[in-house]
């Protein structure tokens, strides 16, 4: 995991929900936004690490990046489909 | 997975067992669940045990360890679009009815299954 400075439209905090339940309060809050925005995903269930990458490459949206943070995972995902 | 007439691939998931084995009751869920959450078109066929969990209060009761409550995947999964089929003999058999089953629940017989296996893209038994 790489640390930079992405600044986010939203932040969804996770922390302390299981499993699918990040992946689904993401796509949620995903309808929120538009093209070209970013969730900052908190998340603290392991499965996380491998279910947010799989879930953004399934669904068209990005993972710019992610990274491990005191025992919480902090995913950054932009939103998919054409920038107006 | 071939993408169905709305674009979206769909997934049908039979249930088999229900609060006697909470893990293998839940799991089923949480693979809707992130199917939902994928934009997968998910069914949910619950035969044999696994009807009793679309008997209102009873996926409430069911917790299976470091997954997400079984009453709150029922609701996700409804609220994302997933629909839930429950076998006709399977409930008469435990003298359930309609009026026994959660919101959105739909008792159908094994023809039903049958076109809806045969139109998914992908099956999975639990």
């Known amino acids: 995991m790489t640390q930079t400075q992405i600044e986010e439209a939203t932040e969804l905090d996770a922390r302390g929900l299981l499993c699918p339940m990040p992946i689904v309060k993401t796509a949620k809050a995903m309808r929120e936004l538009e093209p070209g925005q970013v969730l900052k995903l908190i998340a603290t269930d392991r499965g996380s690490v491998a279910d947010v990458p799989a879930w953004a490459s399934s669904t068209g949206n990005e993972l710019l990046e992610s990274h491990e943070e005191d025992g919480t995972f902090v995913f950054f995902l932009r939103k998919g489909g054409e920038v107006s | ?18 609060p006697e084995d909470p893990e293998l009751a839940t799991i089923p869920f949480a693979m809707a669940g992130a199917a939902v959450a994928s934009e997968v078109d998910v069914v949910m066929g619950f035969q ?46 435990r003298h359930l009815t309609e009026a026994d089953l959660v919101e959105g629940a739909e008792i159908v017989a094994a023809g039903r299954f049958v076109a809806e296996v045969t139109a998914a893209d992908k099956t999975l038994v639990y």
């Open chain 2, 48 to 93: 044999g045990e696994g009807c009793l969990l679309m008997k209102k209060g009873v996926a409430q009761s069911v917790q299976a360890p470091e997954f997400a409550p079984l009453g709150d995947l029922v609701g996700t999964i409804r609220e994302l679009g997933g629909k839930f089929l429950v076998c006709s003999p399977c409930l008469k058999s």
């Open chain 2, 1 to 18: 997975m071939e993408e169905s007439e709305n674009g979206h691939e769909k997934l049908v998931i039979m249930v088999t067992h229900g």
